[in-house]
């Protein structure tokens, strides 16, 4: 009777061994603070600044792996700009052809984490992030925050993971 409960735990915890609650990196939740500075605009659109910023801050806050630093006084400072937001038709209304009826939307920003103590760079590269939408009127109001959390969740796994 106790023999296949105790084949059952144990094939349990060996089917566990690879997951991890955590940072990846080995690090202690919390143990690094990291600060944000607001990302440079290099595009036409405008509002992209304070809502990939501000996306960014919830992310870091939410996944745990790093503390949110506010004064200054980070171990991980994380800079960037916001280098392409383009809107791509791709598909037009069956009557009217010059009318678009879904677009895509792509945003990138070049995105640098660097240690603040040695000035070492973790990470500095492109992250892209698209978005797909009905009319300019959504694109405008509903794809920009949606570009935004998914631009902020890439970086904050770029950072948890540590794969730099």
Known sequence: ??????????????????YRLGPTTGDAPGSRSVQIFPFNNETLEPRLTDAVTAQLRKSLQRDNTFRLATHGDGDIVVTGKITHYRRHELSFRQHDVSTVRDYRITMTAQV????????KVLFDQP???????????????QALPLLAADLAKNVTDLLADGTW
Do not use: F, H, K, Y
């Open 112 to 119: 640098t984490a660097r240690e603040r103590a040695t000035g």
């Open 1 to 18: 009777m106790w023999r296949p409960l105790l084949c059952l735990l144990l094939l349990n915890l060996c089917g566990c061994a690879g």
């Open 127 to 141: 992250v892209s992030v698209s978005a797909t939408e009905q009319d300019i009127v959504s694109t405008e109001r």
